[in-house]
């Protein structure tokens, strides 16, 4: 027989523990209202041993579940670790959840403690009595003056253990972490991450043609550590030993921008509305350096043509689409041109990228049918793989779940070249005479106008077509442009018929709680007659 290799469970308490040995002097910054404070990854490893020895004191053992409530910051980096390693389960809480979801989700998820920050217990106090199974809230710093009743304090709780808690030999099968949906298509819905799919995913999304990081980088981690898992960057960073910038809650364009000048990243992962926020604050701004940057990633939704050709004309940083879902852990692609293009290609970095290596993807039309990788059929985007949930936690919904694949509810083309074009949401996607207008590339286009600022775009009932599509603007500063303008600029940019007839200009776009168009509150504005319609009137079919 031949020999066979060791059988090495595949671990976060790995990654961990690489990361310490080996990379003990890189280090994790964490910004403050006025400064930042930073320690190593030695003093990190050490202070995370402490926190799950004061966790197993308080009688956390394999399988329960610990919530999170924090800003992205060194103590949460520390629960990352803690809590998976010593066979717990990490469950991040999503800050800018409704109470009632917050409170859902805690008790769905049975959580047993919440680590939380002391500036938002205000906001857990008010679901406190609903919290069926918490027994203990440890507050991370000062100011929570008690909303919170007899509360542990987390700097207490360290200094009270020696350190050099020992590991638990685990199963890398066994879950790591969880993380909760947005929500925006109900009730949201849990997403269990093991060990194994942890490690995997942490090698895969630091491949060359991922999001590679080395000793050498430094990673600003703007991407909510709720928000699955910040896209695994806490993790693949600690591995590759690249120091880590949090910054905390200051995550407004002015402190965004005083961070990247004092800490110097070389590599960040963003929403496209935090982007389009420091390119419009750069803009006015010409201080503004942000040339340390080597790489930015936008993803959450598409980022517009307009945006990646401002953010590398004004800041000379270059940046790619990434895609992916809470539901993959989440990165299944990113839009690194193939090698016989330029490397400048905007025609590939505007599309949602390549296949990593991991992961396997398909196209389905609406009849079950697998499309041709040729670019051009269209149809559901459909992923499996080992880092794609085969479930959802204590919710069995079967027609999110194909034949071993996990249905994304994304429409779009995949080409020979392994790369994904994105076209819109099913959900979302806009059938006008028995034709598709693509609410996504609709947006994009708009959002190239010099005077829009945002632009979201959704369906309204029309009694001829069936249904068109209503344009949401957000103009810029002392703007005035109008519908006519807006008519005359996508004119030869989309075909005609795809041309709305429906606008309204509004101050703000209503945001999910991780940065995307809401477009379920933007529909029910609209049929609640909130939105200022003009041009012809919105009918029912």
Known sequence: MLSTMQDFPLTITHLFEHGRRVHGRSEVVTATSDRSRRASFAEVADRTERLAAALDRLGIGPGDRVGTFLWNTQEHLEAYFAVSCMGAVLHTLNLRLFPEQLSGV?????DRLIVVDASVAPLLARVAP?????ERFIVVGDGDDGVLGDVLRYEELLAAESGGFEWPALDERSAAAMCYTSGTT???KGVAYSHRSTFLHAFGSSLPGALPLSDRDRALVIVPMFHANAWGIPYSAWMSGADLVMPERFVQAEPLCRLIQ???PTVSAGVPTIWNDVLQYGEAHPEVDLSSLRLVT???SAPPRALMEAFERRFGVRMIQGWGMTETSPICSLSHPPHPFAEDDLDWRTKAGRIVPGVELRIVGEDGTVLANDGESQGEIQVRGPWVTASYYRDPT???FHDGWLRTGDVGTLDDYGFLEIRDRVKDVIKSGGEWISSVGLENELMAHPDVLEASVVAVPDERWQ???LA?????PDSTVDCAELQAFLDGRVAKWWVPERWAFVAEIPKTSVGKFDKKELRARTEAGLLDVQGAPITST
């Open 467 to 469: 249904e068109r599509p």
């Open 186 to 188: 109900g009730a949201p």
């Open 106 to 110: 805690i008790n769905h998820a049975e």
């Open 298 to 300: 936008a993803g959450g």
């Open 130 to 134: 609903e919290l069926r199974t918490v």
């Open 262 to 264: 004092a800490e110097r």
């Open 472 to 476: 949401v603007v957000v103009r810029r």
């Open 398 to 400: 079967p027609e999110k």
